[in-house]
DNA sequence: CAGAAATGTAAAGTACCCTTTACTTAATCC
DNA sequence: GGATTAAGTAAAGGGTACTTTACATTTCTG
């Protein structure tokens, strides 16, 4: 599944380590998930949309 | 993470068997999900988003 | 250039998603 | 009532999501 999170991450200017934080996962986690190396667990889809205001949708593209 | 899966396959008339197929997992799966024993993988969600002509926001409340 | 900050890689461990198999308990229908 | 279909429960196993720790590399900044 692809992801636009390092480009919505880098709009933001937050570094992973931030955006770890604010989604209260591990920055490996958010290294993991912009690399595409695993998806996010549903519950984090969520809380991604949610801090950047997008919908899942948006985000993920399966 | 809440969801209302049961009510939109009966809406839709369908048996746990006949949705699993759609999705291509198991029984079980479609069973565990309905009853919140966990919630399903991004991509499984996608695709029961799909099957259902909605979106994940829809489905799915955190 | 030197130091700091950001990014990346790796590995081991835990918990969860999903599978298969098997059995039990409704619900439906001659 | 007996048979069939649907729904539910349980348990073991494999793969994935996420963690922590540690170290290497790149990029920014003074």
Do not use: C
């Amino acid at each position: 599944m692809n992801n636009h999170l390092k480009d919505l991450r880098a709009a933001k200017g937050w570094s992973q380590a931030i955006l770890a934080e604010k989604l209260d996962v591990s920055r490996q986690t958010v290294i993991a998930i912009e690399k595409g190396k695993y998806d996010p667990s549903l519950p984090l889809a969520f809380k991604i949309a949610g801090t950047f205001g997008l919908r899942i949708e948006d985000i993920f593209e399966p």
